[in-house]
């Protein structure tokens, strides 16, 4: 069939139009046409000219084309034009993730990102291949803006001699905007506060972007102006809209009695005799899963229970499309930002004792030391016995069994748990665990205590569940090749993984082929009994790719699993509904479908990761603010983890964060950086400083805009801090 009768056959049944054109223009004889020229081939008259165009605009904005002098149409990957998102990091450099997956990540140089922000989408020009270039390495620069991820930025109003202009929050947008004076706001705006700007076409990287304020939201250091700007900037919304909210607490009135009906729970397995129990966080509302373990001769019978979010929430229904759009609940430092009304989240969904609730259940037969035998899925009523917290849970484990039943099954499921752990790591799984500082509020949004959380066994009892969980169900999805999403881990970049081994050696520690699995745990071993080897895990992590959802089962890299999804949190994760639609449903999402909500998905989790992030770092930054302006410096203890010409960069545990000690605050000598030993020396005192040595510390400068800290060492050393800066790099949690 020619492309004549393909193009004409599609506008009779609503084909994809776009898909012909792209077949022509990417035959071998194609010569490079204009609109006119492009109408006969495709066995399109004159009076269609005007569907022709809008169809080229549409591929041409998608960067799948492109348009060249005399207005004539090309593949733009013919001229080594690559359309994908951009990442930018706090250094400013950009990776490309190409719309294409089967192509390589692009790494754009800061001097080639033009006007590029974080997460645009983007046409980049591929380099071609130089003879200084590293084997493997792909570089390119940002020619065309396709599409802008954010149109609205937040900052705080400050005014030069003759403007107006924005520091912009984020770090990663290089240039203050300018503004006119606020319009039709209905108050004075003043200079410091914090404010939503519309951010106008930014056409060249050496000129300063323009906008205009939309909205004031306050002085920084008014209460919840913090939050408010945070969840400005991510476009997190406060509120559901009302039709929303209104589906959610009819069906909630429809269960006055708090319980799931008792005509729901007909064709279910009755789980309610079991000594089913959660463990969650003490602060949580939502509880997504839940277990249960018995003894049955030689092996163990042990069930996991997830709330049945997709029992309530129906495909296409208002609660389903605010929920798709959401992509996920996000969890600030003041808040949760749910993805479902409370009604259900907290409500009819959440599995609380001594209610009757539906899950979806993966009931594993194992053998003694954890080897499934066989696994069912199916749907259940459950009435769950007990909820315990992960510090009750703990002090539970750390003491002898009691004659509790529920106790004496906690503690038979924590064993049963170490041993998947143990063959996971065996199976080649990364230990990519980091503690992390949780911040307690008082009731004014200040920070009240610091509280370091460990994976202890009590969150690994519940991490090894669930993990088996997820694989069961993504093998399953994949036996029966049923279309679903999955969560995927890729390798990571070779040059990268390379770049951080040479970082690991110039810290004098031991270091294999990286690119061998075994080396890696062998390394990650190594150092977790190093000084300074949470920082190079941190470094470790920052190596590997992201990990995200898509319609292929492609593997997880860091779990070393070969098929692996999310199934266990559909109240926080739409991917978890969409997956229990995929397994339990009767209906198949198009694959277009599928893709389209994978690459939705991915991008609210990144979206809701960097909020979270920053949610911290504000109230973290105003506290020790508060510190400096009160003079009630408090000493922290720190690891030195980097020495530089210029000073050391410290790790300090309690607050979570590295910053830097210029030497310019070290006033009891002059110390001399030796590059060969990686240490500073003092010419009088002859005092070292090198990695790993532990020190005591205060903060000495705060840079809320840069997002940077500098501290100084008290006792030896100690001093007033005059310059230097250090960044304030995230505590990046395992990629799961």
Known sequence: MTIRHCFACARQHNGPVEQLILKLLGRRDYKPSNLHQLLGPLGLRRHREAELEEALRKLERSGQILRTKGDRYIIAREADLIPGIIRIN?????????????????????????????????LVRRDAPRGRARPGEVTGAVVRILERKRAQIVGTLQRGRQFLYVIPDDPRIPHDIYVPEPRDLGRQVNVGEKVVVDLHEWASRHTNPEGEIVEALGMPDAEGVDMLSVLRNYRLPLHFPREVLQAAEDIARAHPSGNAAEADAKGRIDCRSHWVITIDPDDAKDFDDAICLERQGEHWRLWVHIADVSHYVAPGSTLDEEARKRG???????????????????????????????????????????HVVKSNFYSAVIRSRRRFTYKEAIAVLRRRPSHDPIEQMLHRANDLAQKLRAARFKAGSLDLDFPETKIRLDAHGRVAALERVENDESHQLIEEFMLLANEAVAARLTSQRRPAVYRIHEPPNPLRLEDFRQDVLSHQIPCGNLSQRGEVQKLLRRLSAHPVGAALKIGFLKSLMRARYAPEPLGHYGLAKVNYTHFTSPIRRYADLLVHRALFGRTRMAPAELSSAAAHISDTERNSADAERDSKEVKLFAYLNGQLSSGRLEKYAGLVIDVRNFGFFIDVPTLGLSGLVHLSSMEDDFYVFEPERSHLIGRRTRRIIKLGEAVQAQVAKVDTFKKQVDFRLVGRGDGSAKSGKANFPPRTSRPR
């Open 90 to 122: 706090r250094q400013g450099k950009g990776y490309l993730q190409p719309d294409d997956s089967t192509l390589q990540e692009i790494a754009v140089p800061e001097s080639a990102t033009s006007t590029a922000l974080d997460r645009d989408h983007v």
């Open 328 to 370: 996920n609940s996000t969890y600030l430092v003041d808040r949760v930002i749910p993805m479902l009304p409370e009604a259900l989240s907290a409500g009819l969904c959440s599995l609380k004792p001594d209610l009757d609730r539906l899950t979806k259940c993966v009931e594993f037969l194992l053998t003694a030391d954890g």
